[in-house]
C-alpha cells in the first residue's frame, strides 16, 4: 500500500519555465491538499479540493494552479516558475474535509533559479 | 487571517530531560491536530483533540487543548533519541476546511 505518491523528488528549474508536480493516492480518499514548506514558516496550503470535482484556495495560492484530475490525482502546475517558489512541497490526503487526519507524500524538493 | 504559532522554535535537551512546545491560534479553533517530521521526512499525524480541556497521553507523550480551544501543548516526559525532529499542530477553524498550520518547534536530543 502506497499511500500518497509524489513525482518527481527533486526538480531544478530556471525563473520562467513551467512544471507540474503530480500527486495520487491509492487510499480511495475524497480530500487531497498541496502544502509548501519553507525554513522558520512551517507548512502553508496553497490549494485544496475538498472532494473530486472541487478546488479553492489556500493561505498561498499565487502563481500556482491546480487539477484534481480524478480522485486519486491531484496535480500543482507552476506556469512560470520565480525563485520564490524554491521550496519544498507536500500532497497531502484526507478522507475527508474537517477534523480528519493527513497523509503527507514523500515531498518534491524545487529549486528555482 | 487566521495565524497559528509555536514557541519556542528550537529546543536542544539532554536525553531524558522534558520537553514541551506550544501553539497558540489567533482565532478559536474547532479541533487541533499535532505532526511529527523526522529529518527529510514528511509530516507524521501523532494525535488530534476537539474537546475543551482535553488531555491525552500516549506513553511519553501528553497533549492538551485549551479550555478557549485557542492553544494547545505537547510535553514529552524523559525524552529520547528517536523524539528527533519538529513538531507541528495544525488548527481548523469551524466552518473552514483548511489545516493552518504551526511554525513547528525543531527538537534535538543530546545523548
Known amino acids: 500500500n502506497a499511500g500518497v505518491t509524489q513525482t518527481p523528488k527533486f526538480q531544478v528549474l530556471k525563473t520562467g519555465q513551467s512544471m507540474t508536480l503530480q500527486c495520487a493516492q491509492d487510499m480511495n480518499h475524497n480530500s487531497m491538499y498541496w502544502y509548501r514548506q519553507d525554513p522558520g514558516m512551517g507548512l502553508r496550503l496553497i490549494y485544496y479540493?475538498?472532494?473530486?470535482?472541487?478546488?479553492d484556495k489556500g493561505e498561498v495560492p499565487n502563481g500556482y494552479n491546480v487539477s484534481r484530475l480524478n480522485k486519486r490525482e491531484f496535480s500543482l502546475r507552476l506556469e512560470s516558475a520565480a525563485p520564490s517558489q524554491t521550496s519544498v512541497y507536500f500532497c497531502?490526503?484526507?478522507?475527508?474535509?474537517?477534523?480528519?487526519?493527513?497523509?503527507f507524500g514523500s515531498g518534491t524538493q524545487l529549486s528555482v533559479l | 487571517g487566521q495565524q497559528v504559532m509555536q514557541i519556542p522554535q528550537y529546543q536542544h535537551v539532554q536525553e531524558g530531560e522534558d520537553f514541551t512546545t506550544y501553539c497558540n491560534s489567533s482565532t478559536t479553533l474547532s479541533n487541533i491536530q499535532w505532526y511529527k517530521q523526522r529529518p527529510g521526512g514528511h509530516p507524521v499525524f501523532l494525535i488530534q483533540l476537539v474537546k475543551s480541556g482535553e488531555v491525552k497521553k500516549q506513553k511519553r507523550l501528553t497533549f492538551q487543548f485549551g479550555e478557549a480551544k485557542k492553544n494547545s501543548s505537547l510535553h514529552i516526559t524523559a525524552t529520547q533519541t528517536t523524539d528527533v525532529g519538529t513538531y507541528f499542530c495544525a488548527g481548523v477553524t469551524s466552518g473552514t476546511y483548511k489545516y493552518i498550520f504551526g511554525t513547528g518547534t525543531r527538537l534535538k536530543v543530546l545523548a
Open positions: 497531502a490526503s484526507s478522507w475527508a474535509v474537517g477534523p480528519e487526519k493527513l497523509f
Open positions: 479540493s475538498a472532494s473530486e470535482g472541487t478546488t
